[in-house]
């Protein structure tokens, strides 16, 4: 078999264990998730650190195993916090099409189905978040925010608690292969 023949057979085994969902999970997962960010907290405050719309873009992006899912995933789910908050339109989308194609770059070359290593990632990629967000606050909006480096690692170490039970349930609505 010649190199290329070799490739092809890897990718279409690649594309065999990507995770399929049905439409209806992929609109209303990120909708609730989205729609939680917003309203839950204003109620609930002690919630108000759960970064579910995030969760739920690392979910995705790491189960398809593709950047362009990916990339598409985190920009939607990214708008539509922006269009919900009272951040300037397009911050949350710039960080979370960023956080969803790398995402998906690390589900490509890892079997990421293990509790342990949803929770690294998790933690990884809400500090990833977090610092993404701060440089484009800095550099975009000119804002002197500060970037608390303890919260950030502890709200990382919360967010990936709830992720990997969040990714438990979600795995559940995955189309059997």
Do not use: C
Not at 58 to 82: E, K, P, W
Not at 99 to 107: K, P, R
Not at 143 to 156: C, D, H, K, P
């Amino acid at each position: 078999m010649s190199y290329s023949g070799e490739r092809l057979l890897m990718s279409k085994q690649r594309e065999q264990q990507a995770s399929r969902f049905r439409i209806w999970v992929m609109v209303a997962v990120p909708l609730a998730a989205i729609l939680f960010q917003v309203y839950v907290p204003l109620f609930f405050q002690f919630l108000g650190f759960l970064e579910l719309p995030l969760l739920v873009v690392v979910y995705f992006a790491l189960m398809q195993r593709s950047q362009i899912s990916g990339l598409l995933v985190g920009a939607l789910v990214g708008l539509a916090q922006d269009s919900l908050s009272r951040n300037p339109l397009g911050m949350f989308g710039i960080v979370k099409t960023l956080v969803g194609y790398f995402a998906a770059s690390v589900g490509v070359r890892l079997d990421v189905d293990h509790p342990a290593l949803r929770f690294l990632l998790v933690f990884f990629f809400f500090v990833f978040h977090q610092f993404l967000y701060w440089v484009m606050a800095r550099a975009l909006l000119g804002q002197q925010l500060t970037f608390e480096t303890q919260r950030v690692l502890m709200l990382g170490m919360l967010n990936a608690l709830v992720g990997v039970s969040l990714f438990q349930f979600l795995d559940r609505l995955r189309l059997a292969a």
